[in-house]
T-cell receptor
Framework: GQNIDQPTEMTATEGAIVQINCTYQTSGFNGLFWYQQHAGEAPTFLSYNVLDGLEEKGRFSSFLSRSKGYSYLLLKELQMKDSASYLCAVTDSNYQLIWGAGTKLIIKP | GAVVSQHPSWVICKSGTSVKIECRSLDFQATTMFWYRQFPKQSLMLMATSNEGSKATYEQGVEKDKFLINHASLTLSTLTVTSAHPEDSSFYIC????????????FGPGTRLLVL
């Protein structure tokens, strides 16, 4: 079966750094996405990785290792507005997007 | 770029009525659109995938006669919840993707449906 695992909830302090991990087992791989979803709102696109390595975009970075079936989203200089759920999603060999359950990130002052 | 709109953002209706939700890609052509449902504090659930000019593909457990999907143009898809009941109350979100299958899905802002 196809499976994406990410922690259910994480807590971090304002100004700190947090890493949200995602592991996947899918039938084929055509890219991995990270989305941010604030409570009561629709998801917004954060990043896309299809090759191994780190993609940096401002305070957010996303890393991919295809051989390990592993990705992480790194958030630096955390702000209160970063409190949200972070969704990992993988496109499989049929270009179906398989969603993780999301990680709820709580930022404390 | 890559803006997706949904209308209405909120709808309250009586049990037994039908509700139509529109999803539009404003600045790109969406070959494929997706309809999701999300109950409070739960994960996104894909309901169906629609390709322009074709019949939608529904996920297991989603009644195609209850949730009618039309994707008549490259910028518009509609979801009609027929004979809505209180258990259909949820957050309905569409997303749109361009021509290449590996392209990013961009989400609309969602529609909150409350059936009384």
């Amino acid at each position: 079966g196809q499976n994406i695992d990410q922690p259910t909830e994480m807590t971090a302090t304002e100004g700190a750094i947090v890493q949200i991990n995602c592991t996947y087992q899918t039938s084929g791989f055509n890219g991995l996405f990270w989305y941010q979803q604030h409570a009561g709102e629709a998801p917004t696109f954060l990043s896309y990785n299809v090759l191994d390595g780190l993609e940096e975009k401002g305070r957010f970075s996303s890393f991919l290792s295809r051989s390990k079936g592993y990705s992480y989203l790194l958030l630096k200089e955390l702000q209160m507005k970063d409190s949200a759920s972070y969704l990992c999603a993988v496109t499989d060999s049929n270009y179906q997007l398989i969603w993780g359950a999301g990680t709820k990130l709580i930022i404390k002052p | 770029g890559a803006v997706v709109s949904q209308h209405p953002s909120w709808v309250i209706c009586k049990s037994g009525t039908s509700v139509k939700i529109e999803c539009r890609s404003l600045d790109f052509q969406a070959t494929t659109m997706f309809w999701y449902r999300q109950f409070p504090k739960q994960s996104l659930m894909l309901m169906a995938t629609s390709n322009e000019g074709s019949k939608a593909t529904y996920e297991q457990g989603v009644e195609k006669d209850k949730f009618l999907i039309n994707h008549a143009s490259l910028t518009l898809s509609t979801l009609t919840v027929t004979s809505a009941h209180p258990e259909d109350s949820s957050f309905y979100i569409c997303s749109a993707r361009g021509q290449a299958a590996q392209e990013t899905q961009y989400f609309g802002p969602g529609t909150r449906l409350l059936v009384l």
